[in-house]
């Protein structure tokens, strides 16, 4: 299983760009996806993630700016981001939970994606 990230690079402070995740590979199911982000220096931490069922946690940071979603027939999630500040720049990292399923057996994966740049600068 897979996750290719997409969207991000150079963003004005008040820019509104959006983040897309796709998941690939041998998937019976996905439980949740969402995105992390590491700055410069700092612990990786919680953006935004959605889960089954469409439920959503946020981190205060990002609330009210940020939207996460997901499209379950495309096995993708966005990540619509609003009102960027300086602050927010880092490298995301979509993740998700995957039920994997190989030759009839079934595990559960914590997957990782390559991360994408974001920069807010004017």
């Known amino acids: 299983v897979q996750l290719q990230a997409s969207g991000g690079g150079l963003v004005q402070p008040g820019g509104s760009p959006r983040l897309s995740c796709a998941a690939s590979?041998?998937?019976?199911?996905?439980?949740?996806m969402g995105w992390y982000r590491q700055a410069p220096g700092k612990q990786r931490e919680l953006v935004a993630t959605?889960?089954?069922?469409?439920?959503?946690n946020y981190a205060d940071s990002v609330k009210g700016r940020f939207t996460v979603s997901r499209d379950n027939a495309k096995n993708t999630a966005y990540l619509q981001m609003n009102s960027l500040k300086p602050e927010d720049t880092a490298v995301y990292y979509c993740?998700?939970?995957?039920?994997?399923?190989?030759?009839?057996?079934?595990?559960?994966?914590?997957?990782w994606g390559q991360g994408t740049q974001v920069t807010v600068s004017s």
């Open positions: 590979g041998s998937i019976f199911s996905i439980n949740d």
């Open positions: 959605v889960a089954s069922g469409d439920f959503t």
């Open positions: 993740t998700a939970g995957v039920v994997a399923t190989t030759d009839g057996a079934y595990r559960y994966l914590r997957v």
